[in-house]
């Protein structure tokens, strides 16, 4: 299968500049015959990789050409395939894939449907090239390039303000992050004099014999914490987080897209890429873990009092996510790839369920204008319940067995921070569960809430609906490949893709335990949120009175926006505008003006000498030769004595 990489990212870019050159003026409303046909191909050459890959229990590459020759400095494009990489070309291409079926009932009638089935498969090339890169500055190039097509799709509505806001805000936090990002690609071609991943001279042997080859450990932990700075921005964590709720503004196909497949699972992707520099620096790996789990708890608290049922989805994804980070933070790399891989496929379902309800409600994105819409959309009804109990972790679905082992995980780890990730991790899977239905209650239960005269509530059509079927199989069933515990299909595979770790063994007592307290958590959520709203023996509004205060900063998302609005936003405005009034305006344009002004004015009483009278002309020329005279007579009257 080495030959045939390039076909995975080929196909969908193929499909992209098909549509782009050709869309507007030919193909238009059929863009989407191009897209599906090629990213589905891409999908079955990716899956034929993966059964390569999966039989030989060996990694497959291919040189495609060189791309910066310069003496001892040589980047070549290369497309590398292991287990890791393997198993996220199938996550990518199969959520990608049905994102891309479900787009074409969602975006239908849209005037830039052509353009929107370009840039769907440009993302999907974009995230190809990221995990099949095999150096660090290819991986930084389409890092970057999928970042450019988050920016795209956020805003792919540009005509509404919000959604331009919601893309520049997405653009600019991750250039943050992209900073700390670039730093650490510096700083690691600094140390190791190399870019490339693998080999005898690659970053990751040198890593992992730094000690023997006088590398400081402490310029791992400064590439560790550089290169995770990235991660924050691209994965959604503390402090870089407040971009991704925003992106709900684009279309609901982009916010599956980028919540369950490509952007930001890319963050994550990169630490486990790198994992031999991080098991190298403890330092490096308690940044990752209390990151991780602060964000992990927080999103989750926000989500419980938001009411657009898009946000309170993509804090479940920002709360998950924090999940992965700790998982990686505290030595759970297989679990943290598990739950990415689970997260996908459910977090997927849900959006698309979003979408499904959106739609068949005319647009209405807030809960409480909904209520009862089971009856009207029962496919959506059942697989959305699927995808949310998956979310909040309940046996025996997906979300259950990755969810629980990162917190079995966290809790057995020599991390110092392992036990407090655990116990943080249980608590935000409470809140997961209850915020989770929160939203199907409020949505798909009690009575109707809106108007029932001018929006009458209808199920998807069958180009929405079988995506949401499809989706929903693998988040009741993909679970089980991690089964048994620590021991599973799944672990055995991506063993190869970390083999430095140390397997910790867990008792059979420790698994049941955790097992048990994870659902009983799960199902306390669930029921929580049952008594309040469908019993009626919790009055939300009441306690939400009482709480006031907490509720409001809550509802706030913590204040984060307001306070860097207030620390850097505006401070930053307040200089731009010295720099423009001032220094531009006051000195720089002052002077490069004061010069011709005053240039102005002298033509001003210069021009006055021009009568444009010949007679004057005449009068001034002999007045000039009178003067010649007298200055020449002066000049040589010493000749004349």
């Known amino acids: 299968m080495e030959d045939l990489l390039y076909l995975i990212p080929l196909l969908p870019l193929a499909a992209f500049v098909i549509n782009i050159l050709l869309g507007r003026g030919f193909i238009r409303d059929n863009a989407h015959w191009v897209a599906l046909p090629l990213v589905g191909a891409s999908w079955i050459v990716a899956l034929l990789v993966f059964l390569d890959v999966r039989d030989t229990e060996h990694a497959i590459s291919q040189h495609l050409f060189t791309w910066i020759p310069a003496g001892d400095f040589v980047v070549d494009v290369n497309l590398y395939v292991d287990q890791l990489t393997a198993i996220m070309l199938l996550v990518v291409l199969t959520v990608g894939f049905l994102v891309h079926v479900y787009s074409v009932g969602y975006m239908h009638g849209d005037p830039g449907f052509y353009r929107f089935f370009a840039y769907l498969p440009l993302f999907v090339f974009s995230m190809l090239m990221l995990v099949l890169a095999d150096n660090l500055l290819v991986l930084f190039v389409f890092w970057e390039a999928v970042g450019l097509c988050s920016y795209f799709l956020i805003g792919y509505y540009f005509r509404r303000r919000s959604a331009g806001n919601a893309a520049k805000k997405a653009f600019i936090v991750n250039r943050v992050g992209d900073l700390g990002f670039g730093l650490g690609v510096m700083l690691t071609f600094w140390t190791f004099g190399t870019i490339s991943f693998y080999g005898e001279h690659g970053i990751f042997e040198q890593a992992a014999h730094h000690a023997e080859l006088g590398i400081a450990g402490g310029a791992l932990t400064a590439i560790g914490i550089l290169l995770f700075i990235g991660a924050c921005g691209k994965s959604a964590q503390f402090p870089l987080h407040v971009w991704l709720p925003d992106a709900m503004e684009g279309p609901t196909p982009v916010s599956a897209l980028i919540h369950a497949a490509t952007m930001v699972t890319a963050g994550i992707y990169m ?371």
Not at 410 to 422: C, E, L, T, V
Not at 582 to 596: H, K, L, Q, R, S
């Open 271 to 641: 630490v486990a890429r790198n994992y031999t520099i991080y098991i190298q620096s403890e330092s490096a790996m308690m940044v990752v873990a209390i990151v991780g789990a602060f964000t992990a708890f927080m999103a989750a608290t926000i989500a419980l009092t938001q009411n657009d049922i898009k946000r309170v989805v993509a804090y479940s994804t920002v709360s998950q996510l924090g999940y992965m980070a700790f998982a990686l933070g505290t030595g759970a790399w297989v679990a943290a790839i598990f739950h990415l891989m689970t997260h996908a496929f459910f977090k997927g379902l849900l959006f698309l369920g979003c979408g499904s309800v959106i739609h068949g409600m005319h647009e209405e994105q807030d809960m409480r204008k909904m209520g009862g819409l089971r009856k009207y959309m029962p496919v959506t009804f059942w697989t959305f319940l699927i995808g949310s109990l998956a979310n909040a972790g309940v046996v025996p679905l997906a979300g259950f067995w990755s969810k629980d082992e990162i917190i079995v995980g966290a809790w057995i780890s020599d991390s110092s921070f392992g036990k407090p990730a655990a116990i943080i991790g249980l608590a935000a899977a409470f809140l997961t569960a209850l915020y989770m239905f929160r939203l199907v209650f409020l949505v798909f239960f009690g009575k109707e809430r809106f108007d029932t005269e001018h929006i009458h509530p209808h199920e998807s059509g069958a180009w929405m609906a079988i995506p949401l079927v499809l989706l929903a199989i693998p988040s009741v069933l993909i679970g089980f490949v991690g089964f048994p515990p620590e021991d599973g299909p799944f672990h055995h595979f991506l063993h190869h893709a970390f083999e430095l770790v140390e397997v910790h063994h867990v008792s059979m007592t420790t698994t049941w335990t955790f097992g048990i307290i994870s659902t009983v958590v799960a199902l306390g959520g669930i029921f929580i949120a049952w008594l309040a709203y469908i019993r009626g023996a919790i009055n939300p509004a009441a306690v939400r009175e009482r709480f006031e205060g907490t509720y409001q900063f809550l509802y706030n998302k913590w204040y984060f926006d307001e306070l860097y609005d207030a620390t850097i936003v505006q401070p930053l405005r307040r200089f731009s505008m010295f720099l423009w009034k001032v220094v531009d305006e006051g000195i720089i344009d002052a002077a490069v003006n004061g010069v011709a002004t005053g240039i102005a004015a002298i033509s001003q009483r210069v021009r006055h000498v021009q009568t444009g009278l010949v007679a004057n002309y005449a009068l001034a020329i002999a007045i000039g030769m009178v003067l010649l005279v007298g200055v020449y007579l002066a000049a040589f009257s010493d000749l004349f004595q």
